[in-house]
């Protein structure tokens, strides 16, 4: 269930800490990215085109319009072009932890900071960087990501890894990513992504009620919010573990306790209050690791924070993103502070109906909000 991430990809405007061969390949790979891009209007005009993937792209501008128009998300070029990559994922992401540790190998670049991963072009480097991470006794995970964000450095293009889900995932997409055009904070990416999913998901309960359709199943909803919870009890569980003096042996023997504890309780939800739906059985019965763990926090963490806030600011799109820049200009001990107090209060119903309790001084929230000088 890895989703798309901001590969470390950008930069090729990069220096720093990673080898020739590396910064060649995504200076390569963004390059031909580039050179595939064509106006999405000269595609739909295009006879000679699949009549599918034309119709396809003119319902994808109703929704790039919807997004800069209804969402306050950026007006650019961004998502009004096409380019046909001729495969399946723009990138692959590999991830690594220690065996016993959910903390990831970050890699720092000069604009677009510290990411938990390492993106390739081409799948096979990706393979070949996991295997040699697996020879140093590292837990690594690999995920195809459809699209990224270039952080508005590039008119990032509507790609064909995007397509194959349907009108409705592909804005869904387009959201998400220019999420990220909107607003980025350096080296945190659980807040970037967090907020980035809440754009996502807001964005589309939006669009599905401007086109007066009904709102998206809330059985696949919670489905989706129950298993992503038992990955979080779970690395909770795996994070506890890893902090106790254990000798190796009994470390790894109670780290694939956890594992399997993950699958029954799993397969027992499935069974029991999803009537045998398998929609999450091909992630649950691959090999598990820590690596495979990392992309649940980093996109779901602070999803019910950010949603609170928009609570907060009344469902207002502008209000809402001045806020989140406030908190994004926080120290990040502060921000994480604000998140959780926001996350509690969301959790507890208090937010909409009474201010937040202060703490002692200024509130976090309240000093995010602009009410406290800094």
Same mark, same amino acid.
């Given at each position: 269930m890895v989703?798309?991430?901001?590969?470390?990809?950008?930069?090729?405007?990069?220096?720093?800490?990673?080898?020739?061969?590396?910064?060649?390949?995504?200076?390569?790979?963004?390059?031909?990215?580039?050179?595939?891009?064509?106006?999405?209007?000269?595609?739909i005009a295009d006879p000679s085109r699949p009549q599918v993937l034309r119709d396809h792209l003119a319902q994808s501008q109703k929704a790039r319009t919807f997004a800069s128009e209804h969402l306050h998300l950026p007006d650019n070029q961004s998502y009004r072009l096409y380019?046909?990559?001729?495969?399946?994922?723009?990138?692959?992401?590999?991830?690594?932890?220690?065996?016993?540790?959910?903390?990831p190998q970050n890699h720092c670049f000069p604009i677009a900071g510290c990411v938990a991963y390492r993106g390739y072009y081409n799948q096979g480097a990706a393979r070949g960087e996991a295997a040699l991470l697996r020879q140093q006794g590292l837990d690594v995970a690999i995920g195809g990501v459809e699209a990224y964000s270039t952080l508005g450095w590039f008119n990032d293009p509507i790609m064909s890894s995007m397509m194959s889900w349907g009108d409705e995932r592909?804005?869904?997409?387009?959201?998400?990513?220019?999420?990220?055009?909107?607003?980025?904070?350096?080296?945190?990416?659980?807040?970037?992504e967090s907020f980035a999913t809440f754009v996502e998901q807001e964005g589309t309960r939006q669009?599905?009620?401007?086109?007066?359709?009904?709102?998206? %199943? =809330?059985? *696949?909803?919670?489905? /989706?919010?129950?298993?992503?919870?038992?990955?979080?009890?779970?690395?909770? !569980? &795996?994070?506890?573990?890893?902090?106790?003096?254990?000798?190796?042996?009994?470390?790894?023997?109670?780290?694939?306790?956890?594992?399997?504890?993950?699958?029954?309780?799993?397969?027992?939800?499935?069974? %029991? =209050?999803? *009537?045998?739906?398998? /929609?999450?059985?091909?992630?649950?019965?691959?090999?598990?690791?820590?690596? !495979? &763990?990392?992309?649940?926090g980093l996109y779901d963490q602070w999803v019910p924070a950010f949603a609170g806030l928009f609570r907060q600011q009344?469902?207002?799109?502008?209000?809402?993103?001045?806020?989140v820049e406030r908190l994004g200009g926080l120290p990040v001990a502060q921000?994480?502070?604000?998140?959780?107090?926001?996350?509690?209060?969301?959790?507890?119903?208090?937010?909409?109906?009474?201010?937040?309790?202060?703490?002692?001084?200024?509130?976090?929230?309240k000093m995010w909000q602009g009410a406290c000088s800094r």
């Open positions: 989703r798309r991430l901001f590969p470390a990809v950008l930069l090729v405007l990069l220096g720093g800490c990673s080898s020739v061969g590396y910064y060649r390949q995504l200076a390569d790979g963004q390059w031909q990215l580039l050179r595939a891009r064509e106006p999405v209007a000269a595609v380019a046909d990559i001729h495969r399946p994922y723009v990138v692959w992401n590999v991830f690594a932890t220690q065996e016993f540790s959910l903390s592909l804005a869904t997409l387009i959201f998400h990513e220019l999420a990220h055009q909107r607003f980025y904070v350096k080296d945190d990416t659980e807040f970037n669009w599905r009620a401007a086109r007066g359709l009904a709102p998206l %199943s =809330q059985a *696949a909803s919670q489905q /989706r919010d129950q298993f992503i919870r038992l990955i979080l009890d779970t690395r909770t !569980r &795996l994070e506890t573990l890893y902090a106790q003096p254990l000798a190796a042996d009994a470390m790894r023997q109670a780290k694939a306790a956890e594992f399997e504890r993950l699958r029954s309780q799993y397969r027992q939800m499935r069974d %029991s =209050q999803w *009537a045998g739906d398998k /929609r999450y059985d091909a992630w649950i019965d691959q090999p598990l690791n820590n690596a !495979r &763990l990392l992309p649940f009344g469902g207002d799109w502008v209000k809402f993103y001045a806020a921000r994480k502070a604000a998140l959780r107090q926001l996350e509690g209060f969301a959790s507890a119903g208090l937010i909409g109906s009474k201010p937040p309790p202060t703490l002692a001084g200024c509130s976090q929230v």
